[in-house]
């Protein structure tokens, strides 16, 4: 069980997403939630203060009456409550009610304890609120993804629990919950900031993370089925470009070859004093997309690091407007619920692991093209050439994925469009950023699996099995668990799925 209390590390964040452990509400936290609550009901006496007595955005001007304030919080969730679009996977959905709680755990929102207590509920039940793909624009925050969370801890809407979709009235009735008490801004606090794109960006920094090591592992793999030579992943060579992410890679594809029998030392064949050929049999140099890995992938390692650094002060920033200081005894008003900073990573990490997608279908393509490798029969296709196909069909799946990335790449940071009566005059779309960059990490699955039966298929091709690296040989048992060895043709789709899942795991 982990405690909610002062910082929640990117470690804690995925123990709890990925590894099912149960959060805590500290007491310490608690204190500090009821403190700023009871310190905002006094506050507000005589005072204007936007969102408890005041209309929203260009609706501001508009002085609420006391006795119209709570139902106020009520109307603006319900009344954003208007998405559209494919709901928000689950793991998606579960980040973002934890960064919510991380949010607001600051005791800066003035909220009732309440609605902490339902959102850790909501996250140890593992019960899912319906929230829809399209809406924010990331200005204001996840304003309309926000308020079909903030639907539910009312008591409204739609979750999903056990699997199945059902009203939240009869699942609160269910597990005995009580909605949340709205007392001053619950509503406004709920659905201000920038919790969705940021649990969506956790998400997607999670996966880019795993993507990165299989690009690791199948391009070292790839050496070895072309008998590479050592010196272009050696610690001399990339020490002298000072890129610690180049030599970070380098330094994984030594450790997954170390005890490989097929990688090759350029000393004991091109240096030997032996090659007298006027014209050489065996490439001098290899293809980039198996030379130039570190250079590639290097950036890609920093970039997926960069953007996990501001995802963690993300999730343990104050992302609400107002913001209430029960040390100034003072409400502050600004726009930390901007999604600049989310949106910009998000745009950052589609770009990196779109071009790890392409390095993936350019070394699918050496593996397809008996003309360039000069090893393996055209699509590692063990049946009889023409009459079957091996991975023919797959690579088209490949390279149609792979440009479907590198179109998703354009920049959503860039494209603000005005809105809320131009109020909102520059806007983050954060939330599209971070959820078409969940696409193309859902795509480069997809294209690594097409990869990683090749790989299988060629290493039996080949007769490798007992020359591989004893890494690569524990993956291409995996694989040769969930796909056998195939030469007659079957539709492929099944076990592309199956490998995808397993590189997901």
């Not at 800066?108 to 959102?119: A, F, Q, T």
């Not at 969705?196 to 997607?204: D, E, I, R, S, Y």
């Not at 939330?431 to 990490?441: E, F, S």
């Amino acid at each position: 069980m982990i405690a909610i209390n002062n910082e929640l590390t990117l470690e804690g964040f995925s123990n709890i997403l990925l590894g099912q452990q149960e959060v805590t509400i500290s007491e310490e936290t608690r204190q500090v939630v009821k403190r700023s609550h009871e310190f905002l009901k006094s506050f507000i006496e005589n005072k204007i203060i936007y969102g408890i007595n005041t209309g929203f955005g260009p609706m501001a001007q508009y002085r609420i009456q006391d006795s119209d304030r709570i139902q106020l919080q009520y109307n603006l969730i319900r009344s954003h409550s208007a998405g559209t679009g494919e709901l928000l996977p689950p793991d998606v959905v579960k980040a973002a009610m934890l960064t919510r709680l991380s949010n607001i755990s600051k005791g800066k929102s003035g909220i009732h304890i309440s609605v902490v207590e339902r959102l850790q509920d909501f996250i140890n039940l593992d019960i899912t609120p319906v929230i829809f793909a399209h809406g924010g624009v990331g200005a204001s925050g996840d304003l309309v993804q926000l308020a079909h969370l903030a639907l539910t801890l009312i008591g409204e809407g739609e979750v999903i629990y056990k699997g199945q979709r059902r009203p939240t009235t009869a699942v609160f009735a269910e597990l005995g919950l009580v909605p949340v008490e709205v007392v001053v801004r619950e509503g406004i606090s709920l659905i201000n900031g920038t919790s969705v794109m940021t649990g969506a960006g956790l998400v997607n920094y999670f996966h880019a993370k795993k993507l990165l090591k299989w690009s690791v592992e199948m391009s070292s793999i790839m050496n070895e089925l072309a008998k590479a030579h050592d010196d272009h992943y050696s610690t001399t060579l990339n020490e002298v470009k000072k890129h610690q992410g180049q030599q970070d890679i380098a330094r994984m594809m030594r450790e997954h070859l170390s005890d490989s029998q097929l990688i090759r030392k350029r000393e004991d064949d091109l240096y030997s004093g032996n090659n007298l050929e006027e014209i050489f049999k065996d490439k001098v140099q290899e293809y980039y997309s198996l030379r130039c890995v570190p250079q590639i992938l290097g950036p890609i390692l920093e970039t997926i690091s960069g953007v996990g650094s501001i995802l963690e002060n993300e999730v343990n920033s104050v992302s609400d407007n107002p913001i209430i200081s029960v040390e100034d005894e003072n409400v502050y008003h600004g726009g930390n619920f901007h999604g600049d900073y989310i949106s910009l990573e998000m745009d950052k990490l589609k770009l990196a692991i779109t071009r790890l997608t392409m390095l993936s279908e350019r070394q699918l393509n050496y593996l397809m093209n008996a003309k360039i490798n000069e090893i393996l029969p055209p699509f590692v296709n063990m049946g009889k050439l023409g009459f079957n196909f091996g991975m023919q069909g797959a690579q088209f799946t490949a390279t149609s994925t792979t440009a479907e990335n590198q179109t998703l790449s354009n920049s959503m940071y860039v494209h603000s469009i005005p809105n809320n009566n131009d109020n909102q005059d520059i806007v983050s779309m954060g939330t599209n950023a971070a959820m078409i960059t969940h696409k193309v990490i859902i795509n480069a699955y997809e294209v690594l699996a097409i990869q990683m039966i090749s790989l299988a298929q060629a290493i039996d091709i080949l007769s490798y099995q007992n020359l591989v690296s004893s890494r690569t040989k524990k993956i291409y048992e995996d694989i040769r668990q969930i796909i056998p060895v195939f030469s007659d043709d079957k539709p492929l789709y099944p076990a592309i799925k199956a490998v995808k899942e397993y590189l997901m795991k």
